[in-house]
């Protein structure tokens, strides 16, 4: 399988270099140049265990490693919790009944979110590959919350890597901020930035943009332009479609997603693109809503970022949404540069000038579920069935109540609600093992201002 990228430069790479280089030279992202067709697989798949079902889908996109590396990689990514690393449930991702909806649980990895599920993976590739080629990488990733945790679990210890995690100052959840900072292996680095999430991933793609730099200090991707992410989760919405949908091709499965970066719900639509049957992709956001805009009238537009009870959807510009404009737009890279070049200069753009073409949006539906609407879900839903949802996974859980349609809809339950304590309703009960304690002990973290030369500065200084 060869990469390209969505601007439409430089030559195609393999996998293990896409991997590596984390973005497109041409600050493009990379994507498979095809994606395969699973659809005749699907009956067999059905008693594969999740890590089984990780391997089928990830070799086709793998061909560079020899599969029995894999494998182990694969293994080593899905085991079951052993001295606070791992996941805390064999089935990995449990796919379990609430009312007349299901949810697909993705908080049983070491940071209790869903970006443990592509992380651990990306870790474990990323060691690979250095023992491989004995070569070292300085990994720079953004957080709006959830991945810098998540990478600093993946990535802490590991002989090669050094992670330098940027997240907004002030902008986290407290606990968010101590699994980041609390972290006490040498080669993690927390810089608080005075800004946005937004502000942070500029910085960073600044940087990423920038080839001398880049290649001095052997910059790597954690975040989701990382492109092997996206493959790792796309495994899940198989997993749940294989888990929930009664026997027989063709039937469709709707899955609700809780929409910031539109890493998440991009993974469930190449899902459907390789043949899963999926009715609707209901994208969810909270007040931060650039995206439902887009998907309800084919404007993208940029706003102001509110902080919400949500904040790891605090985001106004989605870094993949690139990738579904090119896959929108015929996988055209100077139709994409179009579009974005003018979304820079005007903080809007529009696809294809008049009315949207034909079947669009084709499977996604759209809506936002404000403070309000989030609070009184995490409410009616505790008070239904005594279970507590994460604010994340709330809005999700209240757009799909609006647009669900009638196929079984599977919510994306992407945080454990103990990340977000705050937003639990009065008399639960949601703190989790894995978070008790963070607050004794000591923090580690560097502020500074929102600026990228500054932060460049700080990793020269880090590394040299
Ligand atoms: C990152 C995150 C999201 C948003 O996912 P995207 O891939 O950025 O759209 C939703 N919920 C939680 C808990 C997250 O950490």
């Not at 601007?7 to 991997?19: E, Q």
């Not at 590991?158 to 100052?169: D, M, S, T």
């Not at 407290?174 to 292996?185: G, H, I, K, N």
């Not at 929108?328 to 003018?342: E, I, W």
Request: aromatic share 10%; glycine share 10%; charged share 20%.
């Amino acid at each position: 399988m060869r990469y390209v990228s969505t601007r439409g430069g430089g030559a195609p790479v393999a996998f293990r270099a896409a991997l590596m280089a984390g973005q497109a030279e041409d600050g493009g992202l990379l994507m498979p140049e095809r994606l395969p067709d699973f659809s005749g697989h699907l009956e067999s798949w059905r008693g594969l265990s999740y890590p089984d079902l990780a391997f089928e889908i990830l070799r086709r996109f793998t061909d560079d490693v020899p599969a029995s590396d894999l494998r182990a990689i694969v293994d080593r990514s899905y085991a079951p919790a052993r001295n606070g690393a791992g996941f805390d449930t064999v089935e990995i991702a449990p796919v379990v009944p609430m009312g007349d909806l299901y949810l697909l649980e993705l908080f049983h990895g070491p940071t209790l979110a869903f970006k443990d599920l592509a992380l651990q993976l990306l870790g474990h590739l990323f060691d690979y590959e250095l023992a491989r080629s004995g070569e070292t990488l300085n990994v720079l990733g953004a957080t709006s919350g959830d991945t810098g945790s998540a990478a600093i679990a993946a990535l802490r210890g590991k002989a090669n890597v050094r992670v330098f995690i940027l997240f907004p100052e002030g902008r986290t959840s407290r606990l968010q901020e101590l699994q980041m900072t609390t972290v006490a292996d040498g080669n993690v680095h927390c810089i608080a930035v005075e800004g946005t999430f937004d502000d942070c991933q500029r910085i960073m793609k600044t940087l990423f943009n920038n080839p001398a730099f880049k290649a001095r200090w052997r910059l790597g991707a954690i975040n989701s332009v990382n492109c092997v992410r996206l493959l790792a989760q796309v495994v899940y919405y198989f997993h749940a479609w294989l888990r929930l949908a009664p026997r027989g091709a063709g039937a469709r499965v709707s899955f609700s997603v809780p929409t910031g970066n539109f890493g998440d719900v991009f993974a469930g639509f190449l899902a459907a693109e390789m043949g899963l049957p999926v009715e609707r992709l209901i994208l969810a956001t909270n007040e931060n809503d650039i995206l439902d805009r887009f998907f309800r009238t084919g404007v993208y537009r940029r706003g102001e970022v509110r902080r919400t009870l949500s904040p790891s959807m605090d985001i106004q510009v989605a870094s993949n949404f690139e990738r579904y404009l090119w896959w929108r737009l015929g996988r055209d890279g100077s139709a994409v540069r179009s579009f974005m070049a003018a979304f820079e200069a005007a903080g809007e753009a529009g696809l294809g000038g008049g009315p949207v073409g034909a079947g669009w949006p084709g499977r996604f539906v759209s809506g936002s579920a404000d403070r309000a609407a989030t609070v009184a879900a995490i409410e009616r839903w505790f008070r239904k069935t005594g279970r507590v949802l994460d604010p994340h996974t709330a809005v999700g859980v209240t757009v799909a109540e609006e647009l669900r349609g009638d196929a079984p809809t599977v919510c994306l339950a992407t945080a454990h609600p103990g990340k977000f304590p705050a937003a639990a309703p009065a008399g639960a009960q949601v703190s989790h093992p894995r978070l008790a304690g963070l607050d004794d002990l000591p923090e580690r973290k560097v502020v500074v201002p929102n600026d990228a030369g500054r932060v460049a500065r700080h990793i020269e200084a880090v590394c040299s």
